[in-house]
């Protein structure tokens, strides 16, 4: 005759159970972001790789982060969207060849941040004309990746050649973006220097910069701004504005440690935000390589 289990037998295996479930369950949890993490450094390579395809169509020039709808009275005015500016953003300058706006997005990012002027139809609406104008940003309409100024320059700033860059392969073109919450933000790149676009003869010394110069920035300063504007960072927008290193989101993969970066060769790879920022080997530029065009207010002109 089969005997049952005795209360005390099935509560030593509940107990087992439980065990193995604290064990595994983090192992799981764990291997999961490493995957999340694969696919977002997967789709930075296939940036790298859209913008180098872009660059070599355009003689060797890299595209803008944006270009924007100008003043009323110019050639590029919207007047059905007058208090605005809608963007022809790099990543819809790119989409030909990458053909995936789903890259945009990485599933480690539980906020993408959307662009400043959402389609209303959706990507449909991406890149047509209604009336011979513009109705929304020409751009992924939800990202988790922000551009580098010192590559991709705003929109007025010159472009960028690709062999005016020292090192491409030590020069951070693309990585991952922190939403900040602030609407008008969604377009925004980073540069990695303090202040952010320099004029191209000030001098590049330690932290913190004074006139005419600018400065790498220590990886402290970039923790201590960050914990500063966290987590409202809406209410912090300023240090977003001022301290523009902490748009990017180089604490979200591996339990806070690091981020995905690609660089202006093309190449991607995972690192800690203490290697980008090495002032030995600073690889968001050895220099400030865009010049300020003439409508531009920045202190250049």
């Known amino acids: 005759m089969r005997r049952a289990f005795t209360l005390i037998e ?11 479930a604290a064990i595994l369950f983090p192992v799981f949890a764990q291997a999961k972001e490493a995957a999340k993490k694969t696919a977002c450094l ?27 709808q100008g003043p009323a009275g110019s050639q590029n005015y919207n007047p059905a969207n007058p ?44 890149g047509t004309l209604t ?4 109705t929304c940003d020409w751009a992924a309409q939800k990202s988790s990746y922000i551009p580098v100024y010192n590559v991709m320059p705003a929109h007025d700033w010159t472009v960028v050649s690709l062999g005016q860059i020292d090192t491409p392969a030590n020069q951070i073109m693309i990585t991952e973006h922190r939403n900040d919450n602030v609407p008008a933000d969604g377009h925004k790149g980073t540069s990695g220097f303090f202040p ?13 910069a004074g006139a005419n110069q600018y ?45 995905n970066y690609c660089f202006a060769d093309g190449h991607a790879k995972n690192q800690a935000v203490g290697k980008t920022l090495d002032p030995n080997n600073y690889e968001y530029g050895s ?3 865009p ?10 002109n």
């Not at 789903?102 to 139809?121: I, M, Q, Y």
């Not at 009336?131 to 513009?134: N, V």
């Not at 300020?292 to 202190?299: D, G, H, L, R």
């Open 10 to 20: 099935l509560l030593v295996v509940i107990a087992i159970i439980a065990i193995l």
């Open 42 to 68: 997967s789709s930075t390579k296939q940036m790298a790789l859209g913008v180098y395809l872009y660059t070599t169509d355009s003689e060797d020039t890299m595209c803008q982060t944006s270009y924007e």
């Open 83 to 126: 208090n605005g500016t809608y963007q022809i953003h790099w990543s819809f300058l790119i989409q030909p060849y990458i053909k995936n706006w789903n890259l945009f997005v990485c599933p480690s990012d539980p906020t993408p941040t959307p662009t400043d002027a959402v389609c209303t139809n959706g990507y449909a609406e991406v």
């Open 131 to 134: 009336g011979g104008l513009m």
């Open 196 to 208: 952010s676009q320099p004029c191209p003869n000030w001098a590049l010394v330690p932290y913190p």
């Open 215 to 259: 400065s790498y920035f220590p990886e402290a300063v970039a923790k201590a701004e960050l914990a500063a504007a966290s987590p409202n960072y809406a209410a912090n927008k300023s240090l977003f504005k001022k301290y523009d290193i902490i748009r990017v989101a180089f604490d979200r993969h591996t339990g806070g440690q690091n981020a």
């Open 287 to 289: 220099k400030w390589y």
């Open 291 to 300: 010049t300020s065009q003439p409508w531009n207010t920045s202190p250049c």
